[in-house]
């Protein structure tokens, strides 16, 4: 066996033994190593030339950028997810009829759509779903993170909290949370402007939170402004907005016109 792709594969055993045992420092510092080594090879994206061990190194890469992918997601991190994520697609598409399927493929595909859907990066979310197959469209991770987009834009908040329950594959979970603050975060903000004030029980039924303890420590956390008294949470109006100015109705309806007589003396 070639030399580069046996220390390779023994790299990538070491970073797979200490994923096993959540060692995730060990396995960022063992990732930027299998990334350098990755590099000495022509067969791998963006060349994708024909050597005699492709397909085993082409299946090896995308093994590594998919564990890479879920490393992100086990230290919470969405750059490195983002990163990851774009270094393992070329596996998904340019070199998709070289190599079996990955069954790792449609549950990380999905996890970067629902990545999306939390930065509220809507028209992204459109772009890639466009790009999947009828069948990848009616995979359960994908289907999952098309019903939560559908429940976010009609403001269905009750539904996309209760989808963290049925959560297709155990790494979808830090994005679910992170979508639940999204939306609690959307009706706080939503609430302040309509409320004066709200009882502990309608505002706990309001943010979608199961206790008293819950709403206090998302209170104490994200709006310490908001005061607690006699049974009532009391909303911090936002400041007044300066006035806007008038808009000069007269003077853009007459350059209006100017424009118009002008355009008809040049035709």
């Known amino acids: 066996m070639d030399p ?3 220390e390779l594969s023994q790299v990538f055993d070491r970073f797979k033994e200490a994923f096993a045992m959540k060692g995730f420092d060990t396995c960022t510092k063992l990732l930027s190593q299998l990334k350098v080594l990755l590099t000495g090879f022509k067969s791998l994206a963006p060349l994708f030339e024909e050597t005699p061990n492709a397909i085993h190194e082409l299946t090896l890469a995308r093994d590594i950028y998919e564990h890479a992918v879920v490393l992100s997601v086990k230290i919470e991190d969405q750059y490195a997810f983002e990163r990851d994520f774009f270094q393992l697609k070329p596996y998904y598409t340019d070199a998709c009829g070289r190599l079996t399927p990955s069954p790792q493929e449609y549950p990380i595909l999905g996890l970067n759509l629902l990545r999306l859907l ?41 539904r996309v909290l209760s989808a963290r329950q049925t959560v297709p594959h155990e790494t979808y979970v830090y994005f679910m949370d992170l979508l639940a603050k999204t939306v609690r975060d959307e009706i706080a903000g939503c609430s302040e402007k309509a409320y004066d004030c709200l009882s502990m029980n309608d505002a706990q039924k309001m943010l ?18 908001w005061k607690i008294k006699n049974g009532c949470v009391f909303f911090q109006r936002a400041k007044e907005s300066t006035p806007c100015k008038e808009i000069p109705s007269l003077e853009l309806i007459n350059q209006t016109l100017g424009y118009a007589r002008e355009l008809e003396r040049i035709v």
Do not use: W
């Open 4 to 6: 580069k792709l046996t």
């Open 118 to 158: 939390v930065q509220n990066r809507i028209a992204e979310f459109h772009t890639e779903l466009e790009l999947l197959s009828p069948t990848a469209l009616e995979n359960p991770c994908i289907k999952h993170a098309v019903e939560l987009e559908q429940s976010f834009m009609e403001g269905a908040y009750n």
């Open 208 to 225: 979608l939170f199961s206790s008293d303890k819950e709403l206090l420590e998302y209170i104490k956390e994200e709006h310490p402004g």
